[in-house]
């Protein structure tokens, strides 16, 4: 059974940094691309940033710069450094796995979805 778990969520000030946890069991996590997504209120969920098994990357413009993916393949966990922070990131984050053998477009969401960490950035 698939499960993602994140932490590190919290609240921050304008210009801090959060570094977000996901820890992934019940997948082959090397055959899965991981990503970030965000959900503010009133908005849909968007991509926040993906990294795939060699660690290429994909990130919102909104967030270049300022946020780095990273995964651990041993420990089966991804991460979300975030520097910079603006009131505008606040919002609850998602990790995800999608499988490269589900025949979906590239840097598409998987199927296994993280239960979400809160961040907000107070200004």
């Known amino acids: 059974q698939a499960q993602l778990v994140e932490s590190g969520g919290g609240l921050v000030q304008a210009g801090g940094s959060l570094r977000l946890s996901c820890a992934a069991s019940?997948?082959?996590?090397?055959?899965?691309?991981m990503g970030w997504y965000r959900q503010a209120p009133g908005k849909q969920r968007e991509l926040v940033a993906a990294?795939?098994?060699?660690?290429?990357?994909n990130y919102a413009d909104s967030v270049k710069g300022r946020f780095t993916i990273s995964r651990d393949n041993a420990k089966k966990t991804v991460y979300l450094q975030m520097n910079a922070l603006k009131p505008e990131d606040t919002a609850v984050y998602y990790c995800?796995?999608?499988?490269?053998?589900?025949?979906?477009?590239?840097?598409?969401?998987?199927?296994?979805w993280g239960q979400g960490t809160q961040v907000t950035v107070s200004s």
């Open positions: 995800n796995a999608r499988s490269r053998l589900d025949g979906q477009a590239p840097w598409s969401p998987g199927a296994y």
């Open positions: 990294i795939n098994p060699v660690g290429s990357t």
């Open positions: 019940g997948i082959i996590f090397m055959i899965n691309d």
